[in-house]
T-cell receptor
Framework: GDSVTQMEGPVTLSEEAFLTINCTYTATGYPSLFWYVQYPGEGLQLLLK?????DKGSNKGFEATYRKETTSFHLEKGSVQVSDSAVYFCALRGGSRLTFGEGTQLTVNP | DGGITQSPKYLFRKEGQNVTLSCEQNLNHDAMYWYRQDPGQGLRLIYY???????QKGDIAEGYSVSREKKESFPLTVTSAQKNPTAFYLC????????????????FGPGTRLLVL
């Protein structure tokens, strides 16, 4: 079945540091890939998505590229802010269902 | 404003009691979903519905039940058979789209936290 593996957290960075959160997946066919963000006590918000190989999703300074050859969708941001502190989930959708990774807690210190 | 609402924000359940979590959407989406989130873990799918009057079990359906009598509503009942119900419950919806819906984004509600007294 489909699965998503994220780098283990928590991740702690200083403000303006470079962020990478690794995500790899296993799926049949050609899934769509998503990054969601969850702030404390809230639901999930879509951060970005990519629907086919080599697509780059971007939003609020975050980027991720759909790499079919390495089955990866790593999340990057060049300069993080304190307000980026949250839990980040990688997910894939091969049909009607989403499959989530376990989430990576990011804390950004001033 | 279009969106997904969940109520209540916090819910307390006594032993042996059934409780129902509400999920309403005014996005005109066909598909709706219920997930369970435990601390430090990802989301696990409980039930989903792609159309009115039809729903399917997800990965952890035991101890839960749902109904889909209206397009905009997808309530979840946590029954007394669910022995460990304490968790954060998230409802989501998505439009049907093309390609079997695989490209469509799921939109999430704010969640309900269920606690056992």
């Amino acid at each position: 079945g489909d699965s998503v593996t994220q780098m283990e957290g928590p991740v702690t960075l200083s403000e303006e540091a470079f962020l990478t959160i690794n995500c790899t997946y296993t799926a049949t066919g050609y899934p769509s890939l998503f990054w969601y963000v969850q702030y404390p006590g809230e639901g999930l918000q879509l951060l970005l998505k990519a629907t086919k190989a080599d697509d780059k999703g971007s939003n609020k300074g975050f980027e991720a590229t759909y790499r079919k050859e390495t089955t990866s969708f790593h999340l990057e941001k060049g300069s993080v802010q304190v307000s980026d502190s949250a839990v980040y989930f990688c997910a894939l959708r091969g049909g009607s269902r989403l499959t989530f990774g376990e989430g990576t807690q990011l804390t950004v210190n001033p | 404003d279009g969106g997904i609402t969940q109520s209540p924000k916090y819910l307390f359940r006594k032993e042996g009691q059934n409780v129902t979590l509400s999920c309403e959407q005014n996005l005109n989406h066909d598909a709706m979903y219920w997930y369970r989130q435990d601390p430090g873990q990802g989301l696990r799918l409980i039930y989903y519905s792609q159309i009115v009057n039809d729903f399917q079990k997800g990965d952890i359906a035991e101890g839960y039940s749902v109904s889909r009598e209206k397009k905009e509503s997808f309530p979840l009942t946590v029954t007394s058979a669910q022995k460990n119900p304490t968790a954060f419950y998230l409802c989501a919806s998505s439009p049907p789209g093309t390609s079997g819906g695989s490209q469509e984004t799921q939109y999430f509600g704010p969640g309900t936290r269920l606690l056992v007294l």
